[in-house]
């Protein structure tokens, strides 16, 4: 009965798949392999070539002037030749068997990578001057090779001969799918490895470890993209080895195979991607899912089957999955942290106690959260015809003082004409400047934004140089953006309130505490509501009461209680940020409107008000229920609590009630609810 089924009976095997059967013989499998047909061409080869003579060359063994030595001799064809052992000039052996296959064409099978076990010194040494090359890297590349006596070889040779001569085509059929099938089920258990690696290095050092074990290639290296465009270029089985750096114009070629499973380069294109390497051809497939690049592995000269590349195909597509997911990964990561400093420097801005200081908080703010070298911020001077430097970094303080700048010339004087940014990623080859990259800059990316106030530019900000020597981003932009948005907010602010201390200061004014009265509440709350609106930022208002102070006016007197109001309103006023307004609501209450501050930051004023008032000696405070004189605080904020003066008053009233409630003394936060009736507050 015939073991073999007749599937395995009437598959022809390809060249390769028959070498790649014979590999996984035992007694061939510690050799590198070729096949050669009976007009003695290469028909496919496995192992190390370049092993032989630590040269790579046309001959699967050895380079000139050799290789006549080691090619299979036109003599031995048929079967009934006997195989043969050959030792090269070097001393390196090797085996040639002669067989054929039912309806096929007869074949030399040659094995080798082996020398003898006694080196002669002498003749290495005449090889290396025929070969040009150092006698003692020779001798080392020799000393590396296994050894092996002329006996030991004859032995070898025969059983290989005995295999062959008994192996019928039916029994290697079924070797290749017996082979076939493990192929399969290892690439399959690949994929969930993969799936666990943690980092791009872990993905691409298990993937060239799975192609060197399953599919024994020797060269193996991986394009990688570089954010200027070009391509880094590894090699995955010897790490140690220096990265070789392409330009963008050498990474076009990936960028445009992306698309494609695989894809051949040969010629100049693979001369100049691995110069220093002989191979015909390079296979090249691209790690790409997603449309989106992460690498390309390269094979010089595989000599895969084509069941054994679509393998490959898919160990390729499963790990440009997994390098994807990982970038994901990075990024959103990097996205948090980078949102997370966003916020911490966009919380830093309101805290500046000048229009100077603020300048410089909003450079300061944007150099480190893009980790940014070089920056300056300059604002228009001179009835809108200059740009002057108002604050900078990485520019020498004398120079940026003196620089002026036209409007609109150069970059700076563009950006501030047009109103529009300018993000550039290379000088040189950016359409809109095309200029040298100017010898100071490291970098050839920069951006330069307008700053403005509403829709008015008062300024540009420029960056350039990251640490990362990365282009800037749309992503960065944006932040970037909303940065210069608030900082405008603030100056407009801040603006705002020195042109209002300079109109009608008499009849704004309380003339007790000097803060701003009930009027000037009732006419600058609705401009405030108006801006925040329009601008879509919060807008928070306090409503603050002394506790207890009927008492202490009784008890104290109204004099006593008129220096109480007036010191209270300097503690409130040192406790408030520089844009925010405080106002005697009347009598003992105060009101504090909070421009761009939300609920939780106008709690932290708050509560750096509330502290302020307690621990402050005021006169003969101890007659108090308490022991000391506090106040009560009540706050809301548009949008949660409204969208009118009138509504946000109210839900600062109820929560101030609700602190009276609570004790006193304490803080309530407004709740999104509409008052139980309406009651006029201004």
């Known amino acids: 009965m015939d073991k073999h089924p007749p599937l395995a009976r009437s598959l022809p095997l390809r060249p390769e798949e028959l070498l790649a059967v014979l590999q996984n013989q035992t007694v061939l499998s510690p050799y590198s392999l070729a096949l050669y047909n009976a007009d003695e061409t290469l028909l496919a080869r496995r192992g190390q070539a370049d092993r032989f003579c630590g040269r790579a060359a046309e001959s699967p063994f050895c380079a000139e002037p050799c290789q006549s030595l080691c090619r299979p001799k036109k003599s031995g064809r048929g079967t009934r030749n006997r195989p043969r052992v050959y030792r090269c000039p070097g001393g390196l052996l090797y085996f040639v068997v002669p067989f054929n296959q039912p309806q096929s064409d007869d074949f030399f099978l040659l094995g080798g990578g082996f020398r003898e076990k006694f080196i002669d010194i002498g003749r290495l040494e005449r090889l290396a001057r025929e070969r040009g090359v150092n006698g003692i890297d020779l001798l080392e590349s020799w000393e590396e090779l296994p050894s092996t006596s002329l006996e030991e070889l004859h032995r070898t040779a025969e059983e290989a001969y005995i295999l062959l001569e008994t192996a019928g085509s039916g029994k290697f059929n079924a070797l290749a799918l017996e082979r076939a099938v493990t192929l399969d089920n290892a690439v399959a258990a690949i994929g969930p490895e993969l799936d666990r690696m943690n980092s791009a290095e872990e993905v691409l050092n298990l993937l060239g470890e799975t192609l060197t074990i399953l599919f024994d290639l020797v060269r193996i290296s991986v394009a990688l993209p570089d954010t200027d465009g070009g391509i880094s270029i590894r090699n995955l089985l010897h790490p140690q080895a220096p990265h070789l750096r392409h330009d963008s114009k050498m990474g076009e070629i990936f960028y445009l195979g992306a698309g494609r499973r695989h894809f051949l380069l040969s010629g100049e294109h693979s001369g100049r991607l691995l110069p220093g390497h002989q191979f015909k051809d390079l296979v090249c497939l691209p790690l790409s899912a997603g449309g989106l690049l992460s690498a390309c592995l390269l094979l010089p ?382």
Not at 310 to 317: G, K
Not at 356 to 369: G, H, R
Not at 424 to 448: G, H, L, M, T
Not at 499 to 524: A, S
Request: charged letters at 25%.
């Open 301 to 682: 000269d595989p000599h895969l089957s084509p069941r054994d590349l679509v393998l490959i195909e898919l160990l390729a597509s499963r790990t440009a999955i997994r390098l994807r997911l990982l970038q994901d990964d990075r990024k959103r990561s990097d996205d948090l942290f980078l949102t997370d400093r966003f916020m911490d420097r966009l919380g830093s801005l309101p805290q500046s106690r000048s229009r100077k200081e603020l300048l410089w908080s909003v450079l300061e703010a944007a150099t480190e959260l893009l980790s940014v070298r070089k920056g300056s911020l300059m604002l228009i001077h001179d009835a809108g015809e200059t740009l002057r430097i108002a604050a900078s970094k990485g520019i020498n303080r004398q120079l940026a003082v003196s620089l002026r700048i036209p409007m609109g010339c150069g970059i700076a004087g563009g950006v501030a004409q047009r109103g529009q940014t300018l993000r550039v990623q290379d000088i040189e080859r950016d359409p809109r400047v095309v200029a040298a990259n100017r010898p100071r800059f490291q970098s050839k990316s920069f951006i330069s934004l307008p700053f403005k106030i509403g829709e008015r530019t008062i300024g540009v900000l420029n960056l350039s140089d990251k640490e990362t020597m990365t282009p800037f981003t749309t992503a960065e932009e944006k932040l970037l953006g909303v940065l210069l948005g608030h900082g405008g907010a603030l100056i407009e602010v801040a603006e705002g309130r020195k042109r209002v201390k300079h109109l009608e200061e008499l009849t704004i004014t309380d003339p007790l505490t000097g803060l701003y009265n009930r009027r000037f509440l009732k006419e600058r709350f609705e401009a405030e509501i108006s801006r925040s609106i329009r601008q879509k930022e919060p807008l928070a208002v306090m409503l603050i009461d002394l506790d207890h102070f009927k008492n202490y006016n009784d008890l104290c007197g109204h004099l006593a209680g008129d220096a109480v109001l007036r010191q209270a309103a300097r503690l409130l006023q040192r406790s408030a940020r520089e844009m925010d307004l405080v106002i005697r609501f009347g009598g003992e209450e105060f009101c504090v409107l909070l421009p761009g501050a939300g609920l939780n930051e106008a709690l932290l004023v708050g509560e750096r008000m509330r502290l302020a008032i307690e621990k402050e000696p005021f006169h003969r405070q101890a007659s108090l229920p308490r022991g000391t004189l506090t106040a009560s605080f009540g706050i809301s904020a548009y949008p949660e609590n409204g969208s009118s003066a009138q509504g946000l008053l109210g839900a600062a009233d109820v929560a101030l009630y609700q602190a009276k409630d609570r004790g006193r003394n304490c803080i309530v936060l407004s709740e999104p609810v509409v008052p139980r009736e309406k009651v006029s507050y201004l």
